[in-house]
């Protein structure tokens, strides 16, 4: 029987915009804080003693930040893949989060503003899907029964999760709540995929 493809999602650390109540995106970015690098070193105790294949990131700075902090204590060097990005909100991103967030929990005022935004300088859902889920697949075929890891953001690790376990990419939105450094895992085989672990935390609650 073949071992099934084991892969390991790890969010990036906290940056200077988590402080700051500001608004990551695919589009702009934000390097890692002091507590996000430490949140890196701690995922990377967490996952010491796991032998994995291959280490990818997301290319944006903030998880090729973590991905290196985790990298360096396993002994991988991170190859960035750019299917892994997150979701490319546009005109919104770094702007602040309680009235510009994208998921519509903002004042009713600014929703047709959002939306305009979105529509003309941020990314349709269709490409989002599809980018994403082309590098999972890509990550798995390249790796069949091996062990990887991935670094990347909460969209791109929601939609994974909607695609994976519940083979509906629109409900991406549905998870959710996910830690900085948080780990996750799920096994695939037979293009039937199983959730090991969520957003396990506890290494950054020490």
């Not at 390991?8 to 402080?19: F, K, P, S, Y």
């Not at 090729?64 to 490319?88: C, F, N, S």
């Not at 062990?147 to 376990?165: C, E, K, N, Y």
């Not at 995929?193 to 957003?199: A, D, E, F, S």
Request: aromatic residues 6%; glycine residues 12%; proline residues 8%.
């Amino acid at each position: 029987m073949n071992t099934p493809t084991q892969l390991v999602l790890v969010r990036h650390g906290e940056t200077e915009w988590t402080e700051k109540g500001l608004l990551h995106g695919g589009r702009l970015d934000s390097p890692l804080n002091p507590k996000g690098r430490q949140q890196a070193r701690l995922a990377a105790r967490r996952l010491e003693g796991e032998d994995f294949a291959a280490l990818f990131s997301s290319p944006q700075g903030r998880a090729m930040q973590t991905a290196e902090i985790i990298g360096e204590a396993l002994g991988l060097t991170p190859e960035p893949h750019d299917g892994l990005r997150e979701y490319v909100f546009g005109w919104v991103e770094g702007k602040p989060k309680p009235p510009f967030e994208p998921d519509g929990t903002g004042p009713l005022i600014m929703k047709p503003i959002i939306a305009l935004s979105m529509l003309l300088t941020g990314e349709r859902p269709g490409q989002f899907n599809r980018r994403v889920l082309s590098a999972v697949h890509d990550i798995a075929d390249e790796h069949p029964s091996d062990r990887i890891l991935v670094v990347t953001h909460w969209g791109v690790l929601s939609l994974i999760m909607a695609a994976l376990l519940d083979a509906d990419p629109k409900r991406w939105r549905e998870y959710g709540g996910w830690a900085p450094c948080g780990i996750t895992e799920l096994h695939g085989q037979g293009g039937k995929w199983q959730l090991i672990r969520m957003n396990d935390s506890e290494h950054i609650q020490e």
